[in-house]
């Protein structure tokens, strides 16, 4: 098991960041493969048709983006592999330059093994605070687990269980200082920034420092630092995914519902039956209008009008409009049917006519949106 570097240990320059931390050494192993990994993954992707610049959102689903509908739709691996991908070079380049000087210091401050551990294990909870605040959001970049071990280092040194020399100190500061000004203060001005995952990875990273604190104080056997560890992690884990709310399945699960009770009213149209016309037949069929038509469209109504109140896209939204004002006029066509029971006038018919037109005006609208998806 690897132990964590001694107490307010100073080894001199062995904390200077130069270039010489891209490439790996005795006590610095992850930081630069991580760089490695996150530079290999994005050329693959510009490599493969995706933009240098801004990658198209459809090149991030498929890489591995980290989506609600698609993460808690069976697809978890996201929550990890969103950690390496990037939208763009410069989106690449600026989490390099932070990781290069936070990740050279902290890998060599307490163990490669923890390092690592808090990089994995601070994106990971960065995507699932992201899945719980976004619903549309395709959410890439390793800025999540950078701002956790950002949160590791600070952690460790206001418990001052690290020491590092005055000089790097100060560039490391200024490093940080500016990486988290450009991600919470001026990125708010800019679409995209998935601010939660910052969030969550400052969180998440600032509880693994104080879990890696506790065998400097209580003298705790370094198994159980990583035991707690865990336990911290499966439970943050468990916790936040079963609070994401899963709009997809509640969608799916509504339309279902939806379509089999229409296909439960298509009786009334049936030729043999012919209600809109034949006075005798709306008189045995009262009860079976009233049950299999007027009670399942009001039913059908209430489905999308609950899933009106979710916050799906705005072009989900317009069909989910047009299938509630379709629901809407179902439901007064079975109702003028009861009417015609009682009082069979010009003006019913003419109503049910009308009905029967914006029925059909209807459907063709959601057939012409269906096209342009």
């Known amino acids: 098991m690897e132990k964590p570097p001694e107490n307010n240990k100073e080894i001199g320059n062995e904390y200077n960041v130069t270039f010489r931390g891209l490439f790996p050494g005795k006590t610095y192993l992850f930081t630069p ?5 996150n530079s290999l993954v994005f050329l693959l992707m510009v490599a493969s048709g995706g933009n240098l610049f801004d990658t198209e959102v459809d090149s991030l689903i498929r890489w591995g983006g980290n989506l609600r509908s698609l993460t808690i739709g069976g697809e978890p691996w996201r929550l ?3 950690v390496f991908l990037h939208s763009g070079i410069i989106h690449l380049a600026f989490n390099i330059y932070i990781l290069i000087y936070i990740g050279s210091v902290l890998e060599k ?49 206001i418990l001052k269980r690290i020491s590092i020399p005055s000089a790097t100190m100060k560039n490391m500061a200024l490093s940080a200082g500016f990486f988290i000004f450009y991600n919470v203060i001026y990125a708010i001005r800019l679409e995209g920034i998935d601010h939660v995952a910052h969030l969550g990875g400052l969180i998440s990273g600032g509880t693994i420092g104080a879990i890696y604190s506790l065998d400097r104080v209580k003298k705790i056997n370094p198994v159980f630092t990583y035991i707690i560890l865990g336990v911290f992690f499966c439970t943050s884990l468990i916790i936040g995914l079963s609070s994401v709310s899963d709009t997809l399945g509640r969608y ?14 298509l009786w009334a149209f049936e030729k043999d039956i012919s209600l809109h ?38 072009q989900l939204q317009n069909h989910l409009r047009k299938l509630l004002e379709y629901s809407q006029l179902r439901k007064n066509y079975f109702k003028t049917l009861v009417d015609l029971i009682d009082v069979d006038t010009p003006e019913a018919r003419l109503h049910l006519d009308t009905t029967t037109q914006n029925i059909a005006r209807i459907l063709s609208q959601m057939e012409e949106m269906n096209r342009q998806w």
Not at 117 to 134: D, K, M, P, Q
């Open 33 to 37: 493969l991580l760089i490695y990994v």
């Open 80 to 82: 990890i592999t969103s």
């Open 109 to 157: 401050a307490i163990g490669k093994k923890r390092f690592i551990l808090a990089y994995i294990f601070s994106g990971t909870l960065s995507s699932v605070f992201s899945l719980i605040f976004n619903e549309n959001i395709v959410s890439v970049g390793a800025s999540g687990a950078i701002f956790g071990i950002i949160g590791v280092l600070g952690i460790q040194l």
């Open 252 to 265: 799916e699960a509504a339309m279902y519902e939806f379509s089999s009770n229409e296909k439960k009213t």
């Open 277 to 314: 016309i034949n006075q005798e037949q709306l008189r045995l069929n009262k009860e079976r209008i009233h049950d299999e038509g007027i009670f399942l469209w009001q039913r059908n109504e209430e489905i999308i009008s609950d899933l009106l109140t979710a916050n799906y896209p705005e």
